[in-house]
């Protein structure tokens, strides 16, 4: 069964830095990928990151580069999200995402089937 275990929201000024974790187990074969999405009140889920479980790939979506990171540790499988320069509108519930083929919602060319439950980013003052 798979695992996805996010952790690290919480209230943020404006400028702040964050780091979102998400632990990742059970991951089937095939699912190669994870990803971070976000939700914003009111709307969809937003891609955010991608990183590949093998290999050194990973981005954020391009509008977020410069401030969102990708980053993970292979020996734990947990991924880390690091958001530098917080604005309010990145306030949003974050999830973590694993791949699921056949099946998901699409980020960077891969489907993303398996989700956590999110973990909650308020940026305000």
């Known amino acids: 069964e798979v695992h996805l275990v996010e952790s690290g929201g919480g209230l943020v000024q404006p400028g702040g830095s964050l780091r979102l974790s998400c632990a990742a187990s059970?991951?089937?074969?095939?699912?190669?990928?994870l990803a971070w999405f976000r939700q914003r009140t009111g709307s969809g889920r937003e891609g955010v990151a991608i990183?590949?479980?093998?290999?050194?790939?990973?981005r954020a979506a391009e509008s977020l580069r410069g401030r969102f990171w990708v980053s993970r540790d292979y020996a734990s499988n947990t991924v880390y999200l690091d958001i530098e320069r917080l604005k309010v509108e990145d306030s949003a519930k974050y999830f973590c995402?694993?791949?699921?083929?056949?099946?998901?919602?699409?980020?960077?060319?891969?489907?993303?089937?398996?989700w956590g439950q999110g973990t909650q980013v308020t940026v305000s003052s």
């Open positions: 995402a694993a791949e699921k083929n056949n099946d998901g919602v699409w980020f960077d060319g891969v489907r993303f089937g398996y």
């Open positions: 059970g991951l089937p074969d095939g699912s190669n990928h």
């Open positions: 990183v590949a479980l093998t290999g050194n790939y990973g």
